[in-house]
């Protein structure tokens, strides 16, 4: 019997977020399901779910490439959510401006942001 290889879902590129819903979302041809972290760097998995804590160790790999983020959008869910100070302040320590939305706004902001070629990050919860 073959060996199942699992590998953390990662694209190696920027693009826009073409739809969502049903639990995830879907970007350049392709489907993830569950949560995304669209970074500088990639589009990443994220293992994050709607009501989990908003607490700086969910968000290290966007704090890892604070460098080249000036503005995270924090997709939050069906709901806004706000960001709790210390998230805050991690995220502004390094220089990272952080706007917490609904995620379909979350969505939409980022495309535009991104079609401006600016340094936007987006953590986005699945809905």
């Keep these: 019997m073959a060996e199942v290889n699992i590998r ?3 694209f190696p590129g920027r693009a826009p977020i073409d739809t969502y819903g049903n639990g995830g979302f879907r970007f350049a041809d392709m489907s993830h399901r569950g949560s995304l972290l669209c970074l500088p760097s990639g589009i990443y998995g994220w293992d994050f ?5 908003l607490v700086a160790e969910a968000f290290a790999r ?3 490439e604070a460098g080249s983020i000036e503005v995270l959008l924090v997709g939050t869910g069906r709901d806004l959510r706000p960001l ?3 998230l805050k302040a991690a995220l502004k320590a390094k220089g990272i401006s952080s706007d917490p939305m609904g995620t379909g706004a979350a969505i939409r902001t980022y495309n535009i942001m991104l079609g401006e070629s600016r340094a936007v990050a987006a953590a986005l919860v699945a809905v």
């Design 8 to 10: 953390n879902a990662h």
């Design 84 to 86: 709790p100070a210390a």
């Design 62 to 64: 966007v704090i890892e």
């Design 49 to 53: 779910m709607e009501g989990d804590p």
